[in-house]
């Protein structure tokens, strides 16, 4: 009896773990939100405009849910949208042979995370993507990344850029900026066009070094930085005129967007495959864009 109330106790600590684990990623990720919402509508502020974001939960059959955060018309933003969501439940045995920690027995997962894209007015003000996640099936990991697609060629800008990843990856390992900038690009790339979707950044997946505090706490400086180095460019780009040629260039930049993110993107092709709602997966997808004919 001994043995097996040892072994229940193991099982029921691990457990405990995993579940404090959640709650607070999915406390991070609700804040990061928060705080990300306040510091855009402070921007559009500074060019004098009311636009606000607004709000609608959701909830997904089978379990748990979102919240989708959606501010449109702006002076600094055509549309920016900042996603929470935690679901859980059961993955479908075609979709499970493609997650790791899964099985014929258990299917399981929970998932957790917060994403954002966002379209600037502006084509002097690149295109902007960062997401975080935690993932647990039978093992458990992180995920995420930010990258930026500018419309109009700006070196110091990009530059400026991927620095500010590189000093964040570096304070906690010196090999994630060339391996998770290696990551993005291969993965950020249009193949039917031959062509990068934008300047890259990061990205990483299946993130778990053993070591969950390290994981989580690098999870959160990513969105932090990202935060920092991206109200930095905007507020260095936001008062230039532009002209009706540099406005076609960024809705034709768009267009190359929406191919990638309804053909290859993963958070696209999770969503759905997941039954998340329509309007929170898609909502990376620009307002207007464009593609000339040849």
Not at 7 to 20: C, G, K, P, R, T
Not at 85 to 105: K, L
Not at 208 to 231: M, Q
Request: aromatic share 14%.
């Amino acid at each position: 009896m001994k043995i097996f109330h040892g072994l229940f106790q193991n099982n029921f600590s691990v457990y405990s773990q995993i579940e404090e684990r959640k709650v607070l990623a999915e406390r991070w990720f609700r804040d990061l939100r928060d705080i990300i919402c306040r510091n855009f509508v402070n921007l559009e502020r500074d060019l004098h405009s009311s636009a606000e974001f607004e709000r609608k939960i959701w909830q997904r059959n089978g379990g748990g849910g979102g919240e989708i955060s959606l501010l449109t018309n702006g002076r600094v933003f055509e549309k920016v949208g900042v996603n929470i969501s935690t679901v859980y439940g059961t993955f479908s045995q075609e979709f499970a042979e493609e997650i790791p920690g899964t099985s014929n027995d258990n299917r399981e997962f929970w998932a957790s995370g917060i994403s954002l894209v966002a379209h600037p007015l502006s084509p002097h003000i690149p295109t902007a993507h960062m997401n975080t996640r935690m993932i647990v099936t039978q093992k458990s990991w992180f995920g995420g990344g930010a990258d930026i697609t500018p419309c109009l060629s700006n070196i110091q800008l990009v530059e400026d850029f991927h620095n500010a990843m590189k000093k964040t990856c570096d304070k906690y390992n010196r090999r994630y900026y060339n391996c998770f900038k290696k990551e993005c690009d291969e993965y950020f790339f249009i193949r039917h066009r031959n062509e990068p979707r934008g300047a890259g950044g990061i990205f990483y997946d299946y993130l778990n070094t053993n070591k969950w505090n390290h994981d989580f706490g690098f999870n959160r400086a990513v969105g932090e930085s990202f935060l920092s180095i991206y109200s930095s460019i905007i507020k260095q780009n936001m008062t230039f005129g532009w002209t009706e040629g540099e406005k076609e260039i960024q809705l034709q930049k768009r267009g190359r967007y929406v191919e990638f993110n309804l053909l290859y993107d993963r958070g696209t092709r999770f969503g759905l495959m997941t039954g998340g709602n329509i309007d929170a997966i898609l909502m990376s997808l620009p307002p207007i864009a464009t593609w000339p004919g040849k």
